[in-house]
Nanobody, 115 residues
Framework: QVQLVESGGGLVQAGGSLRLSCVTS????????MGWYRRGPGTRRELVAS???????DYANSVKGRFTISRGSAVNTVYLQMNSLKPEDTAVYYC?????????WGQGTQVTVSS
């Protein structure tokens, strides 16, 4: 069974930083791409950042220049470095992995940014 496990969330003051991690178990093949999504209070889930197996990245406009996605040395591991955090970044952050037509999700980690 494929499992994605996020960690690194927490409570931080505005302007602070957090680093989210996502590790995968039970997956034989490399994901074609991995990404981070978030769902804030009363909002729909949205893409925050993604990275392909070739290293191409994409970011939501709201986080460009503040967040950085990267892949770890271990297969199917991805990180999200979040700097200059704002209260509007408060959300549950989910890790996602794509392999062909199948999508896998983690359980999410809460990020709360206080003003």
């Amino acid at each position: 069974q494929v499992q994605l496990v996020e960690s690194g969330g927490g409570l931080v003051q505005a302007g602070g930083s957090l680093r989210l991690s996502c590790v995968t178990s039970g997956m034989i093949f490399s994901f074609n791409s991995m990404g981070w999504y978030r769902r804030g209070p009363g909002t729909r889930r949205e893409l925050v950042a993604s990275i392909t197996s070739a290293g191409s990245t994409d970011y939501a406009n709201s986080v460009k220049g503040r967040f950085t996605i990267s892949r770890g040395s271990a297969v199917n591991t991805v990180y999200l470095q979040m700097n200059s955090l704002k209260p509007e970044d408060t959300a549950v952050y989910y890790c996602n992995g794509l392999r062909d037509i199948r999508s896998y999700w983690g359980q999410g980690t809460q990020v709360t940014v206080s003003s």
